[in-house]
């Protein structure tokens, strides 16, 4: 399974980006795709997810800045990311979850993508 990850970047605080992550596996094997993000010297949080059938979850401290969504049929999840904080800078993880096994795994993570928010 292979998961490619594009949108990050650079931007000014009050900026917005969106993350996307395309996964090679069947769309009829996942479970959950979601997003993780880790700052220098944090443990890796989760961001966002949503599950097969569309139920979605955003952190709490997250919610009225952040949105995540999926494009079943390109099997491909979004993270749009509003009124971007420096704090929200971090390397974010695409993270997907399966419900068969692929090589002895269900879970997999993208090779994440820097975003840095500049004050």
């Known amino acids: 399974v292979q998961l490619q990850a594009s949108g990050g970047g650079s931007v000014q605080a009050g900026g917005s980006l969106t993350l996307s992550c395309a996964c090679s596996a069947s769309i009829f094997s996942i479970s959950v795709m979601g997003w993780y993000r880790q700052a220098p010297g944090q443990q890796r949080e989760l961001v966002a997810s949503?599950?097969?059938?569309?139920?979605?979850n955003v952190a709490d401290s997250l919610k009225d800045r952040f949105a995540i969504s999926r494009d079943v049929a390109k099997n491909t999840v979004f993270l749009q990311m509003n009124s971007l904080k420096p704090e929200d800078t971090a390397v974010y993880y695409c993270?997907?979850?399966?419900?068969?096994?692929?090589?002895?795994?269900?879970?997999?993570w993208g090779p994440g993508t820097l975003v840095t928010v500049s004050s």
């Open positions: 949503v599950r097969n059938g569309g139920g979605a």
């Open positions: 993270n997907v979850r399966t419900t068969r096994s692929y090589l002895g795994a269900t879970e997999f």
